[in-house]
């Protein structure tokens, strides 16, 4: 944003004349804390912002995320909101921070600065993170429907959620998973540096051993890389019979291609992050039936099938696209939040936070929604899933 020195000097001269910019007398009041932004009155626009990436390497799941925000909102004024005994209109303030920690940071001041009443967001932990410093400062609730890293609700801030199991839970099924089932003897591990890659990799590392596994390397790349022949060759040399890659489809499609490339028949794992609809087109070639397992931060078993199969074809009807990954999840997030408002009978995020603290047993389409004393969601399901024909399958919904 350009700054201009002449109008900012306009205004102060103008200022002056007022009283606001010269010094005064008496001596100034102790500085008061930041008050919670009031969000529109009840009988006014109410709104919620929303931050993904929808530029970039995975503009796909970042435009899967704001669509499912999108559907909730359409959804929720078509039923109609009453708050403060009047009936609000929501609005959705959707922000692209293309998976950058500076670009979500800037997103975040956007939001805070138009005294959003709420966010859904970020897609990533490594924009999640830093992101929620600015929302706790603001007073602002925000709800993450996919960021997984632990320090992510271990920050101490009241305002911090997420609706989804964190990678201590799912780094930690996918590391036994990968020594009790596939019984892996050598087993790589890559990470892409970001705050999920690192932290799901870290976490799967220490099931794997937890389990009596051994992992015979741990290599390293980026984000945004395409050329894996290095790190490949090298766990190759160590004849692995695992890679599991923490990161997002965007790099695990590529890398895929190349370890079929170089011979390399090793079964490969991942996060939620590779978990997507997209992955077989990224991939192409590079994968056989059977060969990738990952997990889905979240599931449905049971009776909760229908819900979320029934969300999958309305919003297949909406966008004419498939759900990638997070979509549902963004979805619960904003009726969630839009629950606390009726509830606390107020959009200001002063009043309704408490209420949203205190959710206990909301029925989502991705299951059962209470948050704990951290903010992190109470008995999060993750679901293992592998790919055959070139389609998602469930292997298994564990708690």
Do not use: W
Request: proline share 4%; charged share 25%.
């Amino acid at each position: 944003m350009q700054f201009n020195v002449k109008s900012a000097l306009s205004v102060c001269a103008v200022a002056v004349l007022l009283s606001a910019c010269g010094k005064k007398e008496e001596p100034a009041p102790a500085p008061a804390a930041a008050p919670a932004p009031v969000a529109a009155p009840a009988g006014d626009v109410v709104k919620i912002g929303h931050v993904g990436p929808t530029s970039g390497a995975i503009a796909h799941l970042g435009k899967d995320n704001e669509n499912g925000a999108r559907l909730a909102i359409e959804e929720l004024n078509a039923k109609g909101v009453t708050i403060g005994g009047k009936k609000v209109k929501l609005e959705l303030m959707a922000e692209d921070d293309a998976a950058d920690p500076k670009q979500g940071t800037a997103a975040a001041q956007k939001l805070a600065d138009a005294k959003v009443a709420g966010v859904v967001g970020h897609l990533n932990s490594g924009t999640s993170i830093p992101a929620s410093k600015i929302y706790s400062d603001a007073g602002i609730p925000q709800i993450s429907p996919s960021a997984t890293n632990p320090k992510f609700t271990r920050q101490g801030f009241k305002t911090t959620f997420r609706v989804v199991a964190d990678d201590v839970h799912l780094g930690g099924t996918l590391g036994k998973y990968a020594v009790q089932t596939l019984k892996g003897k050598a087993i790589g591990v890559v990470d892409d540096r970001t705050a999920y890659g690192q932290g799901v990799a870290e976490e799967f590392k220490k099931a794997v051993e937890a389990a009596g596994g051994k992992v015979v390397g741990h290599e390293f790349t980026t984000d945004k890389a395409t050329d894996f022949n290095a790190i490949l060759t090298t766990l190759k040399g160590k004849k692995v019979d695992v890679v599991f890659f923490g990161g997002m489809d965007a790099v695990a499609g590529p890398m895929l291609k190349q370890m079929k490339q170089l011979g390399i028949k090793a079964k490969f794992m991942g996060g939620d992050g590779i978990c997507s609809s997209e992955l077989p087109k990224l991939a192409a070639e590079g994968m056989a039936d059977d060969m990738v397992y990952c997990a889905e931060a979240g599931g449905v078993e049971g009776e909760g099938k229908a819900g979320m199969e029934d969300f999958g074809k309305r919003f297949k009807a909406k966008y004419n696209a498939d759900v990638q990954v997070y979509a549902p999840y963004v979805y619960d997030a904003v009726n969630v939040m839009v629950a606390a408002m009726v509830k606390a009978d107020s959009a200001d995020p002063a009043k309704y936070l408490p209420v949203l603290a205190k959710t206990e047993g909301y029925k989502g389409v991705t299951g059962t929604i209470t948050f704990d004393e951290k903010g992190d969601i109470k008995n999060g399901a993750l679901t293992l899933m592998t790919y055959k024909g070139g389609k998602r399958t469930t292997l298994a919904v564990i708690r």
